[in-house]
């Protein structure tokens, strides 16, 4: 199916992860999740920068692909995906 409308892109702020005081360039970002954290450490030692990025609408394209650019685009998904959970016969056969 090919995109017969011509979408302009839209512009979003995206949060990309940086390097803050807490941790160096060898030292992975991490973020605690309970509470409280191990005594001497913070919650986190992520440091967030928002940039203003563009978002395309890449509906029907051919030219972008999961090894070229990081993500596929799918089409045609079902809504529901049948699971084997909901198949009685193979609940009773495992």
């Known amino acids: ?15 990309y992860c940086t390097p803050s005081q807490s941790f160096g360039p060898s030292e992975r970002p991490l973020r605690y999740a309970y509470e409280p954290p191990p005594a001497g450490r ?22 972008i692909g999961l090894d070229m650019s990081g993500f596929a685009v799918l089409e045609a998904i079902p809504d529901h995906h049948p699971s084997v959970y909901e198949d009685e016969n193979w609940i009773k056969t495992h």
């Open 1 to 15: 199916m090919t995109n017969s409308i011509e979408h302009k892109p839209i512009t979003a702020v995206l949060n």
């Open 42 to 63: 913070p919650e986190t030692n992520e440091a967030l920068e928002a940039q203003l990025m563009p978002i395309h609408d890449v509906r029907g394209r051919k030219d």
